[in-house]
């Protein structure tokens, strides 16, 4: 059975970091693109950031960029998002969601974990 | 980036009805389009894709249809385990983006 357990979410002043987690178990987590997206209380989906199954590959969306960074470990099957001058409008739960391969250079999400709650606030 | 607009926002329906929520892109995506179910405090958990291709263990009262700009996804007849909030999305170009959602209500 396909897992995905987030960590590392919490409270967190503006201007601080924090450090996501994705524990992957259930499939060959090497073999396969990983996402995370986020949902602000009461709010929608939005993409936030994509890495490729060998880590070589990564993408960010504009709200994000430059702050954040997602990498992975295939050894220990985690997925992982550093997150850096947090910003009140960061707040949100976070998913990471493994990606597969619509056919056009991009992906549509199979899996999801249950999410972690980041909190921005003063 | 790609908008994609979900109509209607929300929808008051009762079990049995047939519900039809609509997925507008701001251009053409081809079929690249997956559906999302969303119940609250959980996960998002994928419906269709390519449009139109059920996710394996999805019942077959849910269905999905369109290409190019506008889509379509159908509930034959509403169960009260379907009782949530809708999302679309486009994987056609970079950001991936999602509709605003539909939730569907008990009426």
């Known amino acids: 059975e396909v897992q995905l357990v987030e960590s590392g979410g919490g409270l967190v002043q503006p201007g601080g970091s924090l450090r996501l987690s994705c524990a992957a178990s259930?499939?060959?987590?090497?073999?396969?693109?990983m996402n995370w997206v986020r949902q602000a209380p009461g709010k929608g989906l939005e993409w936030v950031s994509y890495?490729?199954?060998?880590?070589?590959?990564?993408y960010y969306a504009d709200s994000v960029k430059g702050r954040f960074t997602i990498s992975r470990d295939n050894a220990k099957n985690s997925l992982y998002l550093q997150m850096n001058s947090l910003r009140a409008e960061d707040t949100a739960v976070y998913y990471c969601?493994?990606?597969?391969?619509?056919?056009?250079?991009?992906?549509?999400?199979?899996?999801w974990g249950q999410g972690t709650l980041v909190t921005v606030s003063s | 980036a790609i908008r994609m607009t979900q109509s209607p926002s929300s929808l008051s329906a009762s079990t049995g009805d047939r519900v039809t929520i609509t997925c507008r892109a701001s251009?053409?995506?081809?079929?690249?389009l997956a559906w999302y179910q969303q119940k609250p405090g959980k996960a998002p958990k994928l419906l269709i894709y390519?449009?139109?291709t059920l996710q394996s263990g999805v019942p077959s009262r849910f269905s999905g249809s369109g290409s190019g700009t506008d889509f379509t996804l159908t509930i034959s007849c509403l169960q009260s385990e379907d009782f949530a909030t809708y999302y679309c999305?486009?994987?056609?170009?970079?950001?991936?983006?999602f509709g605003g959602g539909t939730k569907v209500e008990i009426k």
């Open positions: 890495i490729s199954s060998s880590g070589s590959t990564i």
């Open positions: 259930g499939f060959t987590f090497s073999s396969y693109e």
């Open positions: 251009q053409g995506i081809s079929s690249y």
């Open positions: 999305q486009q994987y056609y170009s970079y950001p991936p983006t």
């Open positions: 969601a493994r990606g597969v391969d619509g056919g056009s250079g991009l992906y549509y999400f199979d899996y």
């Open positions: 390519a449009a139109s």
